[in-house]
């Protein structure tokens, strides 16, 4: 009986012992986790920087063939660029990111869908302007590849990534830029018209008339349906109401900040380019005025914000509203971009 208890008493000991190591074990994981969230915050407030906009004219000086500056090289040399930047920059791509802390992080995020908007913009009147001649000729095989690339999805992290499917058509369009400053090759061509910048600003229109009116909305408003207005023969799917209410969500507000910042970081950049590569056809339609003064209103965008938050504060209330004052800056630079579509389409 006594070495029944004796083994027993072994057993619990025993058992005791391996409790005892196991809940060390637990805590020692446990203190590992939390040193893994806390380096995760760190490096969270460390990735959440938007990047400084660059010199195009920088750009351009580095470029092969540099002392002819040759028309085109600008513009892709400046869409590669926006590109590269949008992967390369401090944290790398974060839209895919399914662990901390890019998962939690939303601000860059929606800085980069911005930006990537305006490359696949880009990307598309490349292909379909830039690039031909007239709508009969044939389009540049490596940019209708380049187009494609980039509008895969933001948020796939594997099988493929997006970053893989990005780099491939930054690939390509590295490839073009080299053809077009290849004297001995003939198959590359940027053609520098009116009307070739125009279908390329009227996207640039639409898409900045759309995040001013995102911005407007954070305050919320009774809005009238405007839909129908200037043609008496329009007609549209199905009934809408006379007024409608709008209003950004609160929780996404600082979400249509920043993607208004990112699309207009790479519209600035993109703008900067044309200037050069187009400025014979500025200079004609007297021009260079207006996209310089749109250029001004773009570089307001990206001032620095202090406030540790988007603030929504009324349009006349006591705290500030940094949607409005961005959306000020971006409707001035719609309304000048618009003026802008109307000279080039002059005689």
Known sequence: MSKWLTAINERLADWYDDLHDGSAFIKAGLALVLLYLLLAVCLGFYWNSEPEPFSV???????????????????????????TTLLEKRGGFLSNDIMPPGVWMDNIPNWEYGVLIQIRDMSKAMREAFSRSQSQSTEDSALAIAESRFNFDNDSWAIPASESEYREGIKYHKDYLLRLQDDNLHNAQFFARADNLRYWLSTVETRLGSLSQRLSASVGQRRINTDLANE??????????????VKT??????????????????ILHFLKAVEIDFAKVLAKKNAVVSLQQIIRELEATQETVYSPM??????????????????????RANAAIIDLRELLAQG
């Open 232 to 245: 008496e023969r329009a007609s549209q799917s199905t009934y809408a109401p006379v007024e409608v209410e």
């Open 310 to 331: 988007i603030l929504n504060g009324g349009g006349f209330g006591v705290l500030a509203n940094h949607s409005l004052v961005m959306a000020s800056y971006v409707s």
């Open 249 to 266: 969500p609160f929780l996404e507000i600082d979400d249509v900040f920043y993607e208004a910042r990112g699309s207009t970081w790479a």
């Open 57 to 83: 004219k920088e750009l351009m000086s580095v470029q092969p063939e540099a002392q002819r500056p040759l028309v085109g090289v600008a513009t892709t040399a400046t869409l590669v660029e926006v590109s």
